[in-house]
């Protein structure tokens, strides 16, 4: 979708204040792309025509563009609102100069009457009209010749055409501006608002375009690959070995953690056991298995499959989403144990510690795991401790509060035993999804992720609509693989094209 772009430019002083007085209109660039040649990362490039932007709408039926607020305490937050500061200071002298300068102000009227035109729809002819006649820039230049140019009451005009056109929403910010008797004050709050409404009419558009981008990419990016294919026909080398080896996976029992007591316990129970189950191989096991695959996936390994090169980003942002919940269920598993029946049957209770512990995992990203962990077991001992004294319960002792932040201190290396168990119920739970879908999944889970119930529906969500688009694109092409990886009578059962 080629009118949309993540940073959508909006007509707001943003873009008004960057010259003395015309607004700066820079479009995104785009690097010009070379045609694929022999290396498979090149399918990226061509995909790319239809942008990840459309993708990710496709996938996301919740997703919406919201306008970039900068931290006012940052750089850039600073420089610009200085530079706007100084440009509506600037508007300010020429209106108040005798005589009376109008040349930014035609500038802005003229910018604010292209904004409007942008936000009808193709019926609303007559406004149109309306539009172009009151904000004739040709009658007004001759205006501000003649020292006439009426500001306030064309700011007037303006705010009434807003009034019609803006979303409910916008309601109350439109009147507020019906208040403000300043004209600079006046064109200033005008521009604000109309950024708003235009990127209302941004998210208006993605909503209205989510059915026909559906319909159309699985075709198009079917045939794109089709180009390459043709072109290289060892382009599905790598793909074909992912599957291969997700049968292979399939065929292999699991390895529980052998300090687990009872190893059985990680294995996914009703309606889980569908989705656990070897026995028969079929296409769609198989499928499963390997997008499961990819979550675990070696960074070094370059043989990562053809057919998912394009999602390879979101697919690092899903699994360093599933570590990090991996990380804090194991955290709360290990503090229940420790906080006694009846704090950790307090919602409240574990619900403060798990926004505690979500906060202190931000450090991850500046400090050591290591250092950021025994932060994390200092704080969470804390609160246990002082939240037993609070309900009148025995407080953790000193050897408790020690082996607690000692446990905490390890939870996220891979070899240890709640980690291992947890990363385990997790993978079963998106295996889940995959086959029975992320609802019906959410109805049994798994020991130990009750408590992170909310995030795991999110995660397993984002799987499926990735795995879904990405079966539906290449399904034709996983059939032929996996006619020769699995036994026909097998295969009959389930075909790819049925997913």
Not at 105 to 125: F, G, H
Not at 176 to 193: A, S, Y
Not at 460 to 480: D, R, S
């Amino acid at each position: 979708m080629t009118d949309v772009e993540e940073n959508v430019p909006l007509k707001d002083p943003g873009d008004a204040e960057r010259g003395p007085c015309k607004p700066e209109t820079s479009g995104p660039t785009r690097e010009d792309m070379s045609s694929p040649k022999d290396h498979p990362s090149r399918l990226i490039d061509t995909v790319n025509d239809v942008s990840m932007l459309s993708k990710e709408i496709r996938m996301n039926h919740d997703f919406h563009m919201e306008e970039k607020v900068l931290p006012p305490s940052s750089l850039e937050g600073r420089v610009k609102e200085t530079v706007h500061n100084a440009f509506w200071d600037h508007l300010e002298e020429q209106l108040l100069a005798t005589p009376p300068d109008f040349s930014c102000a035609l500038e802005l009227l003229k910018e604010i009457k292209e904004i409007l035109l942008s936000l009808l729809l193709p019926c609303q002819n007559r406004l149109r009209s309306e539009i172009e006649e009151a904000l004739d820039m040709n009658l007004l230049k001759q205006e501000a010749e003649h020292g006439a140019l009426n500001v306030p009451h064309l700011s007037k005009y303006i705010l009434n055409v807003m009034t019609l056109l803006c979303a409910p929403v916008r309601d109350e910010a439109v009147q507020k501006l019906e208040n403000i008797t300043d004209p600079v004050r006046l064109l200033r709050g005008i521009f604000q608002v109309l950024g708003l409404m235009k990127m209302d009419m941004v998210n208006y558009t993605i909503q209205s375009l989510q059915p026909q981008l559906q319909e159309h990419s699985v075709q198009y990016e079917r045939a794109k690959f089709q180009e390459l294919l043709n072109k290289q026909p060892s382009l599905l080398d790598h793909t074909t070995k992912w599957l291969t080896r997700a049968a292979a996976d399939l065929s292999t029992p699991p390895p529980s953690c052998p300090d687990t007591p009872d190893s059985s316990s990680v294995v996914c129970p009703s309606p889980s056991e569908a989705a656990n189950s070897p026995e028969p191989l079929n296409p769609k096991m198989v499928l499963s298995q390997g997008f499961l695959n990819l979550l675990l996936w070696d960074p070094e390994d370059a043989e990562f499959p053809e057919t998912l090169l394009i999602d390879r980003a979101q697919l690092q942002e899903l699994e360093a989403q599933l570590r990090q919940l991996t990380i804090l269920a194991s955290v709360l598993l290990v503090a229940s144990s420790f906080s006694g029946s009846v704090l950790f049957g307090s919602p409240q209770f574990m619900d403060k510690l798990k926004r505690i512990t979500k906060a202190l995992m931000e450090e991850f990203k500046s400090r050591p795991e290591e250092e950021a962990m025994l932060t994390v077991g200092e704080q969470v001992s804390q609160e246990i401790h002082q939240s037993l004294k609070n309900m009148g319960l025995a407080a953790l002792s000193s050897d408790s509060t020690a082996s607690l932040i000692g446990e905490l201190q390890n939870i996220t290396k891979k070899e240890n035993c709640v980690h291992s168990v947890i990363d385990q119920r997790i993978h079963l739970f998106l295996k889940c999804c995959l086959v029975l879908g992320v609802q019906r999944s959410l109805l049994d889970l798994p020991g130990g992720l009750t408590l992170i119930e909310a995030e795991l529906a999110e995660l397993g969500q984002k799987f499926v609509n990735l795995t879904h688009h990405n079966q539906q694109v290449f399904g034709p092409y996983y059939t032929e693989i996996l006619k020769t990886l699995i036994p026909p009578a097998q295969a009959l059962e389930t075909e790819v094209g049925s997913l």
